[in-house]
């Protein structure tokens, strides 16, 4: 069965600093990794997605991936209070490799708290 | 750009009620899904279509049916309502495999007293 993991938190970060989120996975064929963002009370709502091994950066968002440690993290920098929410990684098969297609596999999630 | 619209948005249920939610996508997604999330939990696959007329079991099926008549709905059906079923439902679709982005919809709240 395929897990993700991710630490819960609550992860508190002040105001202005880099708040940086953590996501494993048991998946070796793992292809597509995503960051979803969701709010209290809302649906979750796609930030990043990453399918390369190294750094892609978006704004203030940067996804590393490292397939070899089958590891993923989300950077995000000068963090603002609109940025407290539950972050979501997801993983998933290829963009065209015609399985898994019973969708993302989803962590739990880390609740992240920006410090005014 | 309505995108996936989920219905109703609030539900309460007596135990060993039925009822369904409503789904529907006008992006042209062949692939839908339905998620449970649990408070303090991840998203847990229930159902998910690869296209009209073909639905396949997820993770947590159990208490539940869908049905895939357009490439538009994507109906989940919940029979003999339980109070594990208390929830929120999510509902969404994509273009391709799991390796595109999933786009979900606003969410269904239940609750089985």
């Known amino acids: 069965q395929k897990e993700v993991e991710q630490n819960s938190g609550p992860l508190s970060v002040p105001e202005g600093a880099i708040a940086s989120l953590n996501c494993t996975y048991s998946?070796?064929?793992?292809?597509?990794f995503f960051w979803y963002r969701q709010y209290s009370g809302k649906s979750p709502e796609l930030i990043m997605s990453?399918?390369?091994?190294g750094d892609k950066e978006d704004g203030r968002f940067t996804a590393q991936l490292n397939k070899a440690s089958q590891y993923v993290s989300l950077l995000i920098r000068d963090s603002q209070p609109s940025d407290s929410a539950t972050y979501l990684c997801a993983v998933g098969g290829g963009i065209n490799s015609g399985g898994g297609a019973d969708g993302l596999t989803f962590g739990k999630g880390t609740h992240l708290i920006i410090q005014p | 750009n309505a995108g996936v619209t989920q219905t109703p948005k609030f539900r309460i249920l007596k135990i060993g009620q039925s009822m369904t939610l409503q789904c529907t996508q006008d992006?042209?997604?062949?692939?839908m899904y339905w998620y449970r999330q649990d408070p303090g939990m991840g998203l847990k696959l229930i159902y998910y279509s690869v296209g009209a007329g073909i639905t396949d079991k997820g993770e947590v099926p159990n208490g539940y049916n869908v049905s895939r008549s357009t490439t538009e709905d994507f109906p989940l059906r919940l029979e003999l309502a339980a109070p594990s079923q208390t929830s929120v439902y999510f509902c969404?679709?994509?273009?391709?495999?799991?390796?595109?982005?999933?786009?979900f919809g606003e969410g269904s709240w239940l609750t089985v007293v």
């Open positions: 990453i399918y390369s091994n």
């Open positions: 969404a679709s994509s273009y391709g495999t799991s390796g595109n982005t999933i786009y």
């Open positions: 998946d070796r064929g793992s292809q597509s």
């Open positions: 992006m042209n997604h062949n692939y």
